[in-house]
């Protein structure tokens, strides 16, 4: 059974960092993609970025340059590090892993991330 376990959210003030996880399991990274979504209330849940078959990296245009994806397949985890937050990165925090050759996909539960101003 195929698992993901996200953490690492909290407040932070503007300008702020946090890292984030997302511990899998049941998988191994090569053959998913992995990436971070986020959901802010009352808007649709966007792509933040995601790196594919543990190396190939793409971020969504509003982060570049201040988040970055990692992944650690000694320990099966995928992180996010976000730097120079803004209030407008709070939002629910969701990994998802999505099979390269196949249409499943998972999600996990979320974490919150709030950036006060």
């Known amino acids: 059974q195929v698992q993901l376990v996200e953490s690492g959210g909290g407040l932070v003030q503007s300008g702020g960092s946090l890292r984030l996880s997302c511990a899998a399991s049941g998988i191994t990274f090569r053959g998913f993609t992995i990436g971070w979504y986020r959901q802010a209330p009352g808007k649709t849940r966007e792509l933040v970025a995601r790196i594919r078959n543990g190396g190939e990296a793409n971020y969504a245009d509003f982060v570049k340059g201040r988040f970055t994806i990692s992944g650690d397949s000694a320990n099966n985890t995928v992180y996010l590090q976000m730097n120079s937050l803004e209030p407008e990165d709070t939002a629910v925090y969701y990994c998802?892993?999505?099979?390269?050759?196949?249409?499943?996909?998972?999600w996990g539960q979320g974490t919150q991330v709030t950036v006060s101003s």
């Open positions: 998802n892993a999505q099979a390269i050759y196949s249409p499943y996909d998972t």
